[in-house]
């Protein structure tokens, strides 16, 4: 081979500069001792080849193309031989308005008790038009998040998410671990903010189960609810609340329970009249977010008078 | 008497935490408990822990002594490190369960991982409070099952002494609380 060209690097972003370098090797030896070697990109001479002889004897030429404004490129190392120009080696320029990805944001995650899992989502950010990783890198740490320890296997998304769930085996239930995104292409990384939370404190409850009681005494509704199963351990506090079926009326919220008391009477309420209610429950004591309002029960009052 | 709980500043945090973490871990031990009832008691007739009591003894299985949490005599940080090596005990034995039978293994593996992590917050909370022994316990030689009979009777004697242990847990916790 008797040139060979290398790039500074495979793609470049649009206006940015490259270098190549062209080794012209000794065995050419039909060649002049000291050969000139020039450079074309496309069909266009390029000046500016900045030429050595290395010690092993070979020849070495350098150019910087300041702006590459074109899609799609070839530069050509080429050496004046009579009265011809001849290509020795051709190297493609690919460039094109990628970009280096931007900043993952929006970090978020809850901790599933059925599949004891913890899921991580975020926002990619803009399409870089190169092939972009993303990786949800964790480590356990301590209290503040200030320690490093124990790190945790790499979570890599199914392609085209932006998602992953770390399994329970390698997480640390009750202590505190810091989560980030990476995102990595061709022309550079970026790193999200860092996350710290203890899985059990993103816990995704979901809504308790509600069922009717038979009503005491008239004018009164009695409802009976369980949290939901999975997250029984978890000592819970919980909102009920109900509005009239007919009409667009509000929700009414009338009562906040510790999850230990699972049912409820509600009195004073108008004869006839139908409601719809729902009961939504959060962890108590402790960090945690509310489950969705459960599915609306429909109770009716009875005919006759209120309770006294 | 009661060593004054109040000379050790444990935080709410963490006695809210762990009474937490102890419910989830005896709700997974009732869990096994049920299936090792279906399985090994309505099959092997191996229903009552309190008959395999010699067995264990014979097979070396450990008993975490919990001297220093007994409610006569609460000897608070004593007793947080006798929890902890009793529940890193458990977490050894529940290791060496894997692979009881395919149908309990799920079961027990995400009980270890509870107690496991259970025994971490106890260890790093006592590392917070300064009273950490200078060296982490290091899991002692573990029981090896020579045969299905001894890994299934063992399941019933780790599960019923585990709920045990995490009955004395959730007493002293209380009282913290």
Same mark, same amino acid.
């Given at each position: 081979e008797c040139g060979h060209i290398s790039l500074s690097a495979p793609i470049v972003h649009l206006g940015d500069p490259i270098t190549a370098s062209c080794i012209i090797s000794q +065995?050419?030896?039909?060649?002049?001792?000291?050969p000139q070697i020039l450079w074309k990109l496309g069909a266009e001479q390029q000046p500016g080849g900045r030429q050595q002889r290395l010690p092993d004897g070979t020849q070495k030429s350098t150019i910087t193309l300041?702006?590459? +404004?074109?899609s799609q490129a070839f530069l050509s190392c080429c050496l004046r031989w009579g009265n011809s120009l001849q290509v020795l080696d051709q190297a493609e320029l690919r460039c094109s308005p990628a970009n280096p990805p931007a900043v993952p944001s929006n970090l978020s995650c809850f901790m599933n008790l059925t599949t004891n899992s913890l899921t991580c989502q975020w926002e990619p950010g803009p399409d870089t038009h190169l092939p972009t990783n993303f990786t949800l890198k964790s480590f356990k740490s301590r209290s503040n998040c200030q320690t490093q320890e124990d790190s945790i296997p790499d979570c890599v998304p199914e392609d085209g998410q932006s998602s992953c769930s770390i399994p329970r085996k390698h997480l640390l239930l009750y202590q505190n671990m810091v989560i980030q995104v990476q995102a990595e292409n061709a022309l550079g990384t970026s790193l999200s903010p860092k996350l710290c939370l203890d899985p059990m404190d993103v816990v995704k409850l979901e809504p308790p189960t509600l069922w009717a009681v038979a009503p005491r005494q008239p004018g009164c509704l009695w409802l009976h609810w369980e949290p939901w199963k999975p997250s029984l351990f978890m000592d819970q506090k919980c909102e009920l609340r109900l509005r009239p079926q007919r009409g667009e009326a509000n929700w009414t919220q009338v009562a906040t329970l510790p999850s230990s008391i699972l049912q409820h009477e509600l009195c004073g309420l108008p004869p006839a009249t139908a409601y719809a209610l729902q009961v939504r429950c959060i962890r108590s004591h402790l960090p945690g977010h509310w489950s969705r309002w459960s599915p609306s029960l429909e109770l009716r009052t009875d005919d006759t008078a209120h309770a006294r | 008497p009661l060593d004054p709980a109040s000379s050790l500043p444990v935080p709410q945090s963490f006695v809210l935490k762990c009474l937490e973490q102890v419910r989830k871990i005896q709700a997974q031990g009732s869990v096994l408990q049920e299936k090792l009832v279906s399985e090994t008691c309505a099959?092997?007739? =191996? @229903?009552?822990p309190e008959e395999l009591a010699l067995l264990g003894h014979s097979l070396g299985i450990p008993q975490a002594p =919990? !001297?220093? @949490? !007994? !409610?006569?005599?609460?000897?608070l940080t004593g007793c947080l490190s006798q929890l902890q090596s009793g529940l890193f005990l458990y977490q050894g034995l529940l290791q060496a369960l894997a692979g009881i039978s395919p149908e309990l293994s799920p079961t027990v593996d995400m009980l270890q991982l509870d107690v496991a992590n259970f025994a971490t917050t106890v260890w790093q909370q006592m590392e917070d409070l300064g009273v950490a022994p200078a060296v982490q316990p290091t899991q002692g030689t573990m029981p090896t099952f020579t045969s299905a009979f001894q890994r299934r009777a063992v399941g019933v004697l780790v599960a019923s002494r585990l709920q045990r242990l995490l009955e004395l847990v959730y007493r002293v916790l209380r009282h913290l609380a």
């Open positions: +065995n050419c030896s039909f060649l002049d001792p000291e300041a702006h590459l +404004n074109h | 099959t092997y007739q =191996l @229903c009552h =919990l !001297s220093n @949490c !007994s !409610s006569q005599g609460l000897q």
